[in-house]
């Protein structure tokens, strides 16, 4: 072998794994303003609808199916869950949110339990979770860089409060190149 030269193994790289997430989509009424608020205001808002999340993404290579079997063992018998949102607030100025207010404790006892088994070293423990659908986002969509005035005008477009009964979750992918589908819902209480 000549001076300098060395059998140097080249290692293929590998693409980024997808992140995967697990969320609810809260059936808000047809005339809520929820979705049009949204279309303005959040980035997300073509890619996905309306939604709580209660597993954030995670980069993973765990298949639809194992994180679906997951979810199973936890909600076979957790029962459907009747919850309220209102009051739009802001979190650390670049989100504006709409808050869930009833029912806050079972969310987050879920939320938990998701973090469990399979998920455990993916739990964020530096995040206190407040269940919420997001409305709007500064980063991202530069026209709304006004925090403030977003907040304001959520607080007036998207007043009251808006009754849902959560029956099922979704597993969502987020691929590398920016796609987000839904790949596989789960029913709650379903054994």
């Not at 000549?2 to 047809?30: E, M």
């Not at 808050?99 to 206190?128: N, P, Q």
Request: charged share 25%; aromatic share 8%; hydrophobic share 45%.
């Amino acid at each position: 072998m000549p001076p300098g030269k060395r059998n140097v193994r080249k290692l293929a790289l590998r693409p980024p794994l997808p992140r995967r997430a697990i969320v609810w989509f809260p059936p808000f009424p047809v005339d809520a303003p929820i979705e049009s608020f949204r279309r303005r205001h959040d980035p997300l808002a073509d890619a996905l609808p309306a939604h709580v999340t209660l597993v954030f993404p995670f980069p993973t290579s765990l298949t639809v199916t194992q994180i679906g079997s997951h979810i199973r063992r936890i909600v076979g018998n957790w029962p459907s869950l009747p919850v309220s949102f209102r009051d739009v607030e802001g979190i650390v100025d670049e989100f504006v949110v709409l808050m869930l207010r009833e029912r806050v404790d079972a969310i987050i006892a879920l939320h938990d339990k998701l973090y469990g088994g399979v998920l455990k070293t993916h739990l964020r423990d530096d995040i206190a979770y407040q269940p919420h659908v997001t409305l709007g986002r500064v980063a991202g969509n530069p026209s709304h860089a006004d925090f403030p005035a977003m907040q304001q005008i959520a607080a007036r477009e998207v007043r009251g409060e808006w009754r849902c009964v959560l029956r099922e979750l979704a597993i969502i992918t987020l691929q590398p190149d920016g796609k987000i589908s839904i790949d596989k819902t789960i029913p709650l209480n379903f054994a």
